[in-house]
């Protein structure tokens, strides 16, 4: 257990609980902005400059000192101090939480000592901005999150004015002279109002489409989901293939599934847009936001969208799932389409059991 420095009290002065679906750093900055001190002078005073918070993912890592320490000196439940982490989407988004790398679905922040490399956190202008108590959410760092649930904008994930990643506990830096800084949405950086950011309309293939993307994004932690008329009483499954469907999209194998999909979607998404290569959960919200839409619409009406764009590729499933495994009824899917395949070297394979006039041109491979 963290010792108390000098405290006779055992719990803060202020200590806000966490706000619904707050992030656990915003939490914190919120504690020592109400308890009027510095977001690093305050935690520095009771766990000590050796016990490092800031220069790591605390929402990811939040390690047992850093919540033995809430609890006890705000306390609350432990319960719902854990609920602020990124660890409580295990087993709804993903199978392992990993504290230390990367995460499926969760936007990597790019620690580097104390700052930020990347844009690991969404937001929407409109909801910081009619809230009473500003303040960031937990579901604003999972990558499919692009949309506002609330307001149906798109999501920023950064600062508009100078491209600065959002970095609120970082705002008090740079001012000695001040007793403590103002709000938390102005930018770290530029000190622009966050909550002064455009709000645009999302780009969509079709209305029925981007209301999917709303129903998961509003839905996801509800531990099963569908996908056409199948229900997959495991949400996992469905998140598995869906960030998988979106990833593969801009390899160069996929790109063939995806000039298939934007042939006969109402509204290509890419306009033509070449991806680099990189995971689905380093990109930009702008790209996230394409690629989604065009996976969530292959899965859409499943399975006779998919398999139709599918078939037309010539891919077979190995070159689809790069021996990943994956859902039976994903997998399903894939095996029971009819893809050309190369008659001589199928024919060596089956070492004179057969006739090679005897083998069609196509096969049903089950």
Not at 11 to 23: Q, S
Request: charged share 25%; proline share 6%.
């Amino acid at each position: 257990m963290i010792q108390v420095r000098g405290r006779s009290s055992p719990v803060w002065p202020v200590h806000p609980r966490p706000l619904p679906d707050e992030l656990l750093s915003s939490w914190m900055t919120r504690i020592a902005r109400a308890n009027h001190t510095k977001v690093y002078s305050f935690y520095a005073s009771y766990f000590g400059r050796e016990h490092q918070i800031w220069n790591r993912d605390i929402d990811k890592l939040a390690p047992d000192w850093l919540m033995d320490g809430l609890e006890a000196w705000t306390g609350l439940d432990r319960s719902e101090i854990e609920r602020t982490t990124l660890r409580s989407y295990e087993g709804v988004l993903y199978e392992h939480h990993n504290p230390y790398g990367n995460t499926k679905w969760i936007l990597p922040a790019g620690v580097y000592h104390r700052t930020r490399r990347r844009h690991g956190l969404v937001y929407c202008p409109l909801c910081l901005f009619e809230d009473a108590e500003p303040y960031f959410r937990k579901s604003w760092r999972l990558s499919f999150n692009t949309v506002c649930e609330h307001h149906g904008s798109r999501m920023l994930d950064a600062c508009p004015k100078c491209d600065a990643p959002v970095v609120y506990f970082r705002r008090d830096l740079g001012h000695r002279r001040a007793h403590m800084v103002d709000s938390m949405v102005l930018c770290h950086q530029c000190s622009y109002d966050l909550r002064r950011g455009p709000a645009y309309d999302p780009p969509a293939p079709d209305g029925e489409t981007l209301m999917h993307l709303r129903a998961l994004i509003t839905f996801r932690d509800m531990g099963w989901w569908f996908s056409g008329e199948t229900t997959h009483s495991y949400s996992i499954a469905f998140f598995d293939v869906l960030h998988h469907l979106a990833t593969y999209l801009t390899s160069r194998l996929g790109r063939r599934l995806l000039e298939e999909a934007e042939k006969v979607m109402p509204r290509p998404m890419s306009n033509g847009a070449v991806y680099r290569r990189m995971g689905l959960d380093m990109r930009s919200v702008e790209e996230r936001h394409q690629l989604l839409l065009t996976a969530l619409w292959l899965l859409m009406d499943w399975p006779r969208r998919f398999v139709g764009c599918y078939s037309a590729t010539g891919l077979c499933m190995a070159q689809v799932t790069r021996s990943e495994s994956f859902p039976y009824w994903f997998v399903r899917a894939l095996q029971g389409q009819i893809w050309p395949f190369n008659k001589k070297a199928l024919a060596k394979r089956l070492d004179g059991f057969y006739n090679i006039s005897d083998i069609p041109e196509k096969a049903e491979i089950c």
